[in-house]
């Protein structure tokens, strides 16, 4: 039974669009979200995080949205761009326990 | 930020050797370190969870002999991969979680078991 689910398992954007990913939680315990980046034959890297008190979360070129109440998170990134070419994964955590979805592959087309 | 290093990066042994992963917080102390299992195609798979000082949480199916952790600083922490035999053979991944409950992770290291 998946906790953490990223339905899309690829999605691919134009260069300088906007990219959206999305990812949907099942247990309402979980009280903050985080995506990670991940190139091949590397750990992920932590990119971008959310508490559950908030709706909103910015850092450059990346936005988290956080809708507690469809248990459904997203990211944003724009302008696209080529680096951004990766596997994102969507975190749901509480104090002992993280949970991972299965991963995004995104592209970026030039 | 905040920096998780992993030792070693890959490794190489025969079947029915123990391996030993490091995962150190370089920067930070983290009372709570997590080590994950990549398989293909599939997302990080939670093995267990350290606790510094006190022994390890381990998920359901890992089967705690075999993959021995050890946390025995706020900065270090260690799964040895005991009587290791070719289908352990994986990516594994530490992580620490610093004071704001971030999680950071490690580079992972690859074993290869022959």
């Known amino acids: 039974d998946q906790q953490v689910k990223q339905n899309s398992p690829s999605l691919s954007v134009q260069e300088g669009r906007i990219s959206i990913l999305n990812c949907d939680y099942t247990n309402s315990m979980f009280d903050y979200f985080l995506w990670y980046k991940k190139y091949p034959a590397e750990g992920p890297t932590f990119l971008i995080s959310?508490?559950?008190?908030?709706d909103k979360n910015e850092d450059g070129r990346f936005t988290v949205f956080l809708n507690k109440s469809a248990k459904h998170l997203s990211l944003h990134i724009v302008p696209s761009q080529p680096g951004d070419s990766a596997v994102y994964f969507c975190?749901?955590?509480?104090?002992?326990?993280?949970?991972f979805g299965k991963g995004t592959r995104l592209h970026i087309l030039p | 930020g905040a920096v998780v290093s992993q030792h070693p990066s890959w490794v190489i042994c025969k079947s029915g050797t123990s391996v030993k992963i490091e995962c150190r917080s370089l920067?930070?102390?983290?009372?709570?370190m997590f080590w994950y299992r990549q398989f293909p195609k599939q997302s990080l798979m939670l093995m267990a969870t350290s606790n510094e000082g006190s022994k390890a949480t381990y998920e359901q199916g890992v089967e705690k002999d075999k993959f021995l952790i050890n946390h025995a600083s706020l900065t270090l922490s260690t799964l040895t991969v005991t009587s290791a035999h070719p289908e352990d053979s994986s990516f594994y991944i530490c992580?620490?979680?610093?004071?704001?409950?971030?999680?950071?992770f490690g580079p992972g290291t690859r074993l290869t078991v022959l």
């Open positions: 975190a749901a955590s509480n104090p002992v326990k993280i949970i």
């Open positions: 920067d930070f102390q983290a009372t709570t």
């Open positions: 959310i508490s559950s008190i908030k």
């Open positions: 992580s620490a979680r610093d004071e704001t409950d971030t999680q950071y």
